[in-house]
């Protein structure tokens, strides 16, 4: 059990009357030299040069524990009358019968029988038994034994493990001189909180570990220690040094990992002979060090930080990952969009709610946070009719999230951190009949957005440069084109060209592209001699081969792809048939991986799994993946969005369920 506030503690001076040899008359300061110990013993210097105890002020149980605590627990020590033994052996529980039934009346927690010979320090429930000369740490361990029931973590003979993989100097239950315990034996005995231990829920991760030794709970955004996995065995990684007079003993310093065989040790019990810790790494790791942990999770320490550590934890065994129960999230009414900016290492998941609210899950390197967007944007931002769209402003280093009101007009969020700022941008332009689509073009810094308008669902686009007007204007009317839907941007920055791609009335997908105001108009799908669109068009633009995709599903249930280089000749091809891919419903989204140079079709079924197909740049052969199959997760009940990251695992997908919840398929 916890040891949390005041203990009240016995300690009984014994003379033992039929020692052998015979023991010399208890010293007149008996009862001072066991307050000392308990109370306050400091180290003289001659001490600590002979101990190499420079720094410990204190070798008092009381200054251990307070210490080691955080200050959540203490001693109130009393020393008893003097007690003779007249057994051979002293027995931890000798007084029992005579003392036992009233210490407990009289509110004692413990009781510890002091003795100046005979057998060294042990315990036995109620009671413990130590030699006053006997290292305070050795008295430590068996009261904590006592008022805890924590066993023992040092090594036994019979131990299956090798020795000097027990925990050792880097806890007082594994070696009884004063160090400060590890953190899992710290949170057991409720001088560590759960909330101050992270669990690594996600591939890859970045922390910042506070100095065991310090005070709990940790400050700075640190966390006291990492928790890999669940159960029993689950490992532990936290950061050691000699921060306090406590942890002079400790062998090595830096980050530590270890095993927890045992759940819920308990004293006396050691099933299967395990030791109950397993050091994972006998020596602390430094700086620029790795180790390869349980199931081939890798531990690198990536800096010293003031108070600690920073350490980065990669799993490859996760590959699915319900986002919206990793944090709280509200329940999604939608399909999600995704943005990734790769210099911060973040990625944010972004979708409508229930109560047309737009929310954000988001992931940056150290762990996973959601807002309610709506909640805290001006008071003047409407809910959401339709489905948010994300880009990414780099002049001003935001996100805009673009989406269509209640109102039918269009507005954007924008924010990185922070506040959450709004703008109605279509007022003065038609209303919308559906989502937007937009992007920022470098070449000469404006803003874009392009919707279908109402009446005549012509492509409308919205336009403008920082905190400048925005200006609109009727983009199919410019190309003379009739009415579209479900338009999609690619941005070719290296020609400074705006494109749209878009299904047309008549099923056909077209391109509406400019670079200075005149507006071209191409059929793709009848230059690439693939058949009519049943759906929406998904598109994406690849830097590393300079190449443009367009992909959809036909109405024979097949997903086409339309492609081309640069400004060269568009070229088309069934991705069902090449791929050997099941029958697909619903829309198809896509992108590419630049750590590999492929490209990425995402594709639902009709239960709902997702399927891919992938191909190397430039490569006539596509692979296939069921993705559900290999990763797990549940259903998907409409459109999943794909995006890539710089770092391991590069590829990911994410959709609703059925639930609500947003998961998330990486690898």
């Known amino acids: 059990?916890?040891?949390?506030?005041?203990?009240?503690?016995?300690?009984?001076?014994?003379?033992?009357?039929?020692?052998?040899?015979?023991?010399?008359?208890?010293?007149?300061?008996?009862?001072?030299?066991?307050?000392?110990?308990?109370?306050?013993?400091?180290?003289?210097?001659?001490?600590?040069?002979?101990?190499?105890?420079?720094?410990?002020?204190?070798?008092?149980?009381?200054?251990?524990i307070r210490a080691a605590s955080s200050g959540r627990a203490d001693i109130d020590a009393v020393v008893l009358p003097m007690q003779l033994s007249e057994a051979r052996a002293t027995e931890v529980t000798e007084f029992e019968p005579a003392l036992g039934s009233s210490l407990r009346a009289q509110g004692f927690d413990h009781a510890v029988i002091v003795t100046r010979s005979g057998p060294g320090a042990s315990n036995a429930g109620f009671w413990s038994r130590v030699l006053l000369n006997e290292h305070p740490g050795r008295w430590m361990m068996e009261i904590i034994h006592g008022l805890t029931g924590f066993p023992d973590l040092y090594p036994f003979d019979?131990?299956?493990?090798?020795?000097?993989?027990?925990?050792?100097?880097?806890?007082?239950?594994?070696?009884?001189?004063?160090?400060?315990?590890?953190?899992?034996?710290?949170?057991?005995?409720?001088?560590?909180?759960?909330?101050?231990?992270?669990?690594?829920?996600?591939?890859?991760?970045?922390?910042?570990?506070?100095?065991?030794?310090?005070?709990?709970?940790?400050?700075?955004?640190?966390?006291?220690?990492?928790?890999?996995?669940?159960?029993?065995?689950?490992?532990?990684v936290e950061a050691r040094t000699k921060a306090d007079g406590y942890d002079v003993s400790i062998a090595s310093q830096g980050v530590i990992a270890y095993r927890v065989q045992w759940e819920d040790p308990v004293l006396g019990e050691r099933p299967g002979h395990h030791l109950p810790l397993y050091m994972l790494t006998p020596k602390a790791l430094q700086p620029g060090e790795s180790a390869t942990l349980d199931d081939g999770v890798v531990l690198t320490v990536n800096a010293a930080v003031p108070a600690g550590f920073s350490v980065t934890l990669s799993n490859p065994n996760v590959h699915h990952l319900d986002r919206t129960a990793l944090t709280g999230a509200k329940a999604a009414a939608g399909p999600p969009t995704a943005i990734v900016l790769d210099s911060a290492g973040i990625d944010d998941i972004a979708y409508r709610d229930g109560s047309g609210h737009l929310c954000e899950i988001w992931r940056d390197p150290q762990r996973f946070g959601q807002t309610d967007l709506t909640a805290i944007a001006a008071p003047s931002a409407p809910v959401a009719h339709g489905d948010p769209h994300f880009y990414f402003d780099p002049s001003g280093g935001q996100f805009i999230l673009l989406f269509r009101g209640k109102d039918d007009q269009i507005h954007d969020f924008y924010w990185l951190t922070g506040a959450v700022g709004h703008d109605r941008l279509s007022d003065g332009a038609p209303k919308a009949a559906g989502d937007p689509t937009g992007w920022f073009s470098t070449h000469d810094q404006t803003h874009h957005a392009v919707y279908v308008a109402a009446g005549a669902h012509h492509l409308t686009e919205l336009s403008w440069q920082g905190a400048g007007a925005v200006s609109h204007r009727d983009l199919s009317a410019a190309a003379g084109i009739a009415g579209a839907s479900a338009?999609?941007?690619?941005?070719?920055?290296?020609?400074?060209?705006?494109?749209?791609?878009?299904?047309?009335?008549?099923?056909?997908?077209?391109?509406?592209?400019?670079?200075?105001?005149?507006?071209g108009h191409d059929r793709l799908s009848e230059a690439a001699g693939t058949p009519k669109a049943s759906g929406d068009v998904f598109a994406w633009r690849a830097e590393a081969d300079?190449?443009?995709?367009?992909?959809?599903?036909?109405?024979?249930?097949?997903?086409?792809?339309?492609?081309?280089?640069?400004?060269?000749?568009?070229?088309?091809?069934?991705?069902?048939?090449?791929?050997?891919?099941?029958?697909?419903?619903?829309?198809?989204?896509?992108?590419d991986n630049a750590a590999d140079n492929t490209h990425h079709v995402i594709a639902r079924g009709a239960d709902g799994k997702l399927w891919e197909v992938w191909w190397f740049a430039g490569a006539s052969?596509?692979?296939?993946?069921?993705?559900?199959?290999?990763?797990?997760?549940?259903?998907?009940?409409?459109?999943?969005?794909?995006?890539?990251?710089?770092?391991?695992?590069?590829?990911?997908?994410?959709?609703?369920?059925?639930?609500?919840?947003?998961?998330?398929?990486?690898?």
């Open 1 to 64: 059990m916890p040891w949390l506030g005041r203990r009240r503690i016995a300690f009984i001076p014994v003379r033992r009357t039929q020692s052998v040899p015979p023991e010399p008359p208890p010293p007149g300061d008996f009862a001072d030299q066991i307050l000392k110990i308990a109370l306050y013993n400091p180290v003289s210097l001659s001490q600590a040069a002979d101990t190499a105890l420079v720094g410990m002020p204190d070798q008092s149980l009381r200054g251990f």
């Open 158 to 236: 019979n131990d299956v493990d090798p020795g000097d993989r027990a925990p050792g100097n880097f806890d007082e239950m594994a070696n009884s001189v004063l160090t400060h315990p590890t953190i899992f034996t710290k949170q057991r005995l409720g001088w560590a909180d759960a909330a101050s231990i992270a669990a690594l829920a996600t591939p890859v991760a970045t922390y910042d570990l506070q100095i065991g030794a310090l005070a709990q709970p940790p400050a700075g955004g640190r966390v006291a220690a990492v928790q890999i996995g669940k159960g029993q065995p689950h490992v532990m």
């Open 487 to 519: 338009p999609r941007a690619i941005y070719d920055a290296a020609r400074g060209t705006n494109i749209i791609v878009f299904r047309a009335a008549d099923g056909h997908v077209g391109s509406l592209y400019w670079q200075d105001g005149v507006v």
């Open 546 to 591: 300079d190449s443009q995709h367009v992909v959809y599903r036909a109405a024979n249930g097949h997903i086409y792809e339309i492609g081309w280089v640069g400004e060269g000749a568009v070229v088309g091809r069934d991705l069902t048939a090449l791929a050997g891919l099941p029958t697909t419903t619903g829309e198809v989204t896509g992108g």
């Open 621 to 667: 052969e596509v692979g296939r993946s069921a993705l559900s199959a290999e990763y797990g997760g549940p259903p998907a009940v409409d459109t999943p969005v794909y995006f890539s990251t710089a770092g391991a695992p590069h590829q990911h997908v994410c959709f609703r369920a059925a639930d609500g919840h947003i998961h998330e398929l990486l690898w």
